[in-house]
């Protein structure tokens, strides 16, 4: 019996499953590479009749414009390079510290919205459910107006605490006036965060040895207050403050943050807050309630419960979720351009306009937030893989 | 009165760390809700000019009088206002008749792409006697919501083709999915955005001139397909691997296993997950703001700008906050009922 007739020549390739995929895909790549020639060719002659010349040469040319803010030293003489760096390090530190608040707010969120108190829950859902349905780009502006408009002006600043201003301008506080002796305390800081880490490292494995558990509360008071009080009183205890005066059309002294940052801060925590509370509300809700019981029934009480039982379970489910947010927030903040913030995607857009060289800068936003994912995917990717359930075998 | 008590003892005053919270915020909403009250209605300025605004102290609800049919509508002419409103009407009605999932069918298919059509020609007009209104005078929500739809229209097919390419077995069409996907969903929308304002006329042929409202468009669709090829895929591995295999032994090839077995599960399965994208969308098709289309964002900013009426930006905000809230909330709710009608009626 012949199920199917023999085909011959050509149309035997066509009805060979292996080959059939293989002329679609060639064809595929013909139609790509075709598109790809025909926009590429167009383009270089679009570039030609208006006299731009492709290529990064402009970077190292005199950027010529301020920037409002800015981690590095910074002179508009310098070079566009020099530019897009600043821009970077301000995208990289409205993510660090905007993931951090939204982090914490999505836990602190998410326990709240399944509190036993109807209130609290109340207040969390109305919260959540307002934070989630608007856009961002409308909270940023909300947040920005408050500022401009609410707030008085610089005369007539607010001053909530001593030393403390709010105005259009933004918030002023002092800080401690410069002494020698503030680097050795950071430095100390710094060390004992360390070895508060390792302290921590060290408990956790003489625990699992030996079953043995001893509190770390007293390592970490050791560290992180003790050391950095006994390296400043033997600088000689300096409490002199660096007080924001008012002077001119603006304070001077202490330090300041500017509108711009407030407000992208806090529409990109808030937001995606309300988002991270939900997760981690799921996370939560993912664990079954024998966990709960059986816990209870041990005599840990409901915040034990939640600390030692449910959240170490519930990682596993947030996690994953929670990284897509963490780089949503990173990709969320190039929204700084549209209220003035001068991150990556500000400065990048001023570059463009000013060069004209619009290939490139878009080519340059794409590369860097393209970078920014993959580094905080790969990192959550460890992380992730170091809370999984460990099968032993 | 007895059950009251009843219930606040249960869910407000169950231990005395309770009590203090519910006490503490009780005091708090008083505090915070109290003035936000007073100043959004009870002193709220309902008549006047933006100079009895100003001496007032509350927010000024004549400004939003003032401004809305701008904010809702853009530059459409006033005179034909009628035709935005009715087709909002007809877009919102034809939204809420195919809520049920008894009702897709192909029939309301056929109904959707007439209304998209007495939509686009009560817009534009030009003919029996209405008269044309040109593309870029459209503007407010007509635009956002148009934006979004065809958003979703387009980008739903082009997303179950990426889905497919990248849960299939040829390496090409593997690596050109997994390329778009993950391109795509690295950078931001705005960097998109730019691409279609700023490079997109850079790739077409001389003589050629796309509006800058249709490019924006191909950047949304470019956009969100990537994010609805991953639901679409969250659904394919959903679906279980006996129901492929099942197609495979009855001989059916790719485009009849996939067609008739495996998407029409698959995209059930993911039906709350693809709302849930397409209230994101909804949400960032805001972000033509950044390249000056005038979608009901911008008309909101737009209206800011007038002379006479600087500096009431929040009462703005807050008016275009309620708008987006009751679109992105009733989809939202509506995400979460068919979740547990698909959850619990046990059709899957």
């Known amino acids: 019996m012949e199920i199917s007739p023999k085909k011959e020549g050509l149309a035997r390739l066509w009805y060979n499953p292996k080959s059939r995929a293989l002329i679609f895909q060639v064809l595929l790549l013909l139609m790509v590479v075709t598109v790809v020639g025909v926009l590429v060719t167009n383009t270089q002659q679009n570039l030609e009749k208006q006299n731009i010349a492709s290529g990064f040469g402009f970077l190292s040319q005199e950027a010529g414009f301020e920037i409002s803010e800015s981690a590095i030293e910074y002179w508009a003489d310098d070079s566009y390079q020099k530019a897009l760096w600043v821009g970077i390090l301000n995208t990289l530190k409205v993510a660090v510290i905007g993931n951090f608040f939204a982090i914490l707010l999505g836990v602190i969120g998410g326990i709240c919205r399944m509190s036993p108190n109807w209130l609290l829950s109340r207040i969390f859902a109305s919260y959540i459910e307002l934070a989630r349905n608007i856009p961002l780009l409308l909270q940023l502006f909300f947040w920005y107006a408050v500022f401009t408009e609410v707030f008085p002006g610089v005369k007539e600043s607010l001053n909530p605490l001593p030393g403390v201003f709010i105005s259009q301008r933004g918030f002023f506080f002092p800080i401690p006036a410069a002494h020698s002796i503030w680097p050795w305390v950071k430095t100390a800081l710094a060390a004992g965060v360390l070895l508060t880490l390792g302290s921590a490292y060290f408990l956790k494995r003489r625990r699992e040895k030996t079953g043995v558990q001893k509190p770390l509360w007293p390592w970490v008071t050791v560290f992180l207050v003790v050391l950095p009080i006994i390296v400043w009183a033997f600088g000689g205890a300096p409490h002199e403050l660096d007080v924001p005066q008012l002077g001119g059309f603006n304070f001077s002294g202490g330090m300041s943050l500017t509108p711009e940052f407030v407000a992208l801060m806090l529409g990109l925590v808030l937001y995606t807050g309300a988002f991270n509370a939900e997760i981690v509300r799921a996370g939560i809700e993912s664990v079954s309630k024998g966990q709960w019981e059986a816990a209870s029934s041990l005599g840990l009480t409901r915040f034990q419960t939640l600390r030692l039982v449910v959240l170490p379970q519930s990682l596993r489910v947030i996690v994953p979720p929670m990284t897509s947010q963490v780089l949503n927030l990173i990709k969320n903040s190039s929204l700084a351009v549209g209220i003035g913030y001068p991150d990556f995607v500000a400065v990048a857009n001023t570059t463009m306009n000013q060069t004209g060289q619009a290939i490139e800068a878009v080519l340059l936003i794409m590369m860097v937030y393209l970078f920014f994912s993959l580094t905080t995917s790969f990192v959550m990717n460890i992380y992730n893989r170091s809370q999984q359930l460990k099968v032993r075998g | ?348």
């Open chain 2, 1 to 348: 009165m007895e059950g009251l008590a009843r219930w606040m003892k249960k869910n407000l005053f169950s231990t005395p760390l309770n009590s203090a919270v519910s006490l503490v915020l009780i005091g708090v909403l008083f505090q915070a809700l109290g003035p936000l009250f007073d100043w959004l209605f009870l002193k709220a300025t309902w008549e006047g000019t933006a100079q009895t605004c100003r001496h007032g102290e509350g927010a000024c609800l004549v400004f939003i009088k003032e401004k809305f049919i701008f904010i809702l509508f853009g530059f459409y002419p006033r005179e034909h206002l009628w035709r935005p409103i009715l087709s909002i009407i007809l877009f919102v009605s034809m939204s809420f008749y195919s809520r049920k999932p008894e009702r897709w069918t192909r029939r309301t298919l056929w109904r959707w792409l007439k209304l998209c059509l007495l939509i686009v020609f009560l817009m534009k007009g030009g003919f029996f006697g209405f008269e044309e209104v040109s593309i870029d005078k459209w503007g407010g929500l007509p635009l956002t919501l148009m934006l979004s739809f065809i958003g979703l229209v387009f980008s739903y097919p082009i997303g179950i083709l990426l889905a497919l390419g990248r849960t299939g077995h040829l390496p090409f069409v593997k690596a050109i999915s997994v390329g778009y996907i993950e391109l795509i969903r690295g950078v931001p929308m705005i960097s998109l955005l730019f691409m279609a304002s700023v490079m997109f006329p850079l790739f077409l042929p001389e003589g050629i001139v796309l509006p800058k409202l249709l490019r924006a468009q191909t950047a949304i669709i470019m956009f969100m397909s990537a994010y609805m090829a991953e639901v679409v895929r969250g659904g394919l591995s959903a679906v279980g691997k006996g129901q492929y295999e099942a197609a495979d032994a009855l001989g059916l090839n790719y485009w009849q296993k996939m067609l008739k077995i495996i998407l029409p599960q698959a995209l059930k399965i993911v039906i709350p997950p693809t709302v849930n994208t397409a209230i994101g969308m909804f949400k960032d098709t805001s972000l033509v703001v950044i390249i000056a289309l005038s979608d009901l964002l911008m008309t909101t900013k737009t209206s800011l700008k007038d002379p006479k009426w600087l500096g009431f930006s929040v009462e703005a905000y807050l008016f275009v906050s309620l708008i987006y809230f009751i679109f992105c909330f009733s989809m939202s709710r509506y995400s979460r009922q068919l979740e547990e009608e698909f959850h619990y009626g046990g059709r899957l």
